[in-house]
């Protein structure tokens, strides 16, 4: 059974702060994403891996980076969170040599205030 | 840049009825579409998959129909039954690319 995990449910942070949100596929998948979800919105891609140490920017890059510095685990950085950045942060994994669903986290909801 | 329109954006319908969901996709090259099911509070979770050399795919109460030539792909559920209600989101994947696109949701209430 494959497992995505993000290492938060919930987050608090303060206007300024850095922020590391984390996330673990247990499927040795290529593939990693970084997905914002609100509402009226949908998912909108953040950023991107097909590889490690690999990263490509999605539709809505500006304020945020990543790492992918093991294969597992691909990381989401908010550099100085804004409250603009207020919302559900999805990751998902999938295989790179199939034309596969992604798998998903179960999300981490951050709250900047 | 490649974008996946989706409509509509909230679907009513009578428990028994069917409900039609329509996308259409931007990227010519988009080979894989997938639909995912979002319960409230949790993940987005994988109903039904079609691939670009299939016009269409069924899987019980549920089908989906792909026209490439119109780049348009639709998601068909039969027989609705209230645990169908949830948000339903198309998605175009790109292998080329690697990414997946999704649409901006579906908000479907099936009442009883």
């Known amino acids: 059974d494959v497992k995505v995990t993000q290492s938060s449910r919930y987050l608090v942070k303060r206007t300024g702060e850095k922020v590391f949100l984390e996330c673990v596929q247990d499927?040795?998948?290529?593939?990693m994403f970084w997905y914002r979800q609100d509402p009226g919105l949908g998912l909108r891609l953040i950023y991107f891996?097909?590889?490690?140490?690999?990263?490509e920017k999605g539709d809505i890059p500006e304020g945020y980076s990543v790492s992918r510095e093991k294969k597992e685990r691909f990381s989401l950085i908010l550099e100085s969170a804004s409250t603009n950045q207020t919302s559900m942060y999805l990751c998902?994994?999938?295989?790179?040599?199939?034309?596969?669903?992604?798998?998903f986290g179960q999300g981490t909801r951050l709250t900047v205030v | 840049g490649e974008n996946v329109e989706q409509h509509p954006s909230t679907l009513s319908v009578q428990e028994g009825d069917s409900a039609v969901i329509k996308c259409t996709y931007s990227d010519s090259a988009s080979n894989y579409f997938p639909w995912y099911k979002q319960e409230l509070g949790k993940r987005p979770q994988l109903i039904i998959d079609?691939?670009?050399?299939?016009g269409e795919k069924k899987d019980q109460r549920i089908a989906v129909t792909l026209n490439k030539t119109a780049k348009h792909f639709s998601l068909h559920i039969t027989e609705t039954q209230p645990e169908d209600s949830a948000v339903y989101f198309c998605a175009a994947f790109t292998s080329g690319t690697y990414k997946y696109i999704f649409g901006t949701g579906t908000r479907l209430k099936v009442l009883a």
């Open positions: 891996s097909y590889d490690v140490k690999m990263k």
């Open positions: 998902a994994s999938s295989l790179r040599s199939m034309n596969t669903e992604a798998f």
């Open positions: 079609i691939r670009s050399n299939v």
């Open positions: 499927m040795d998948h290529e593939n």
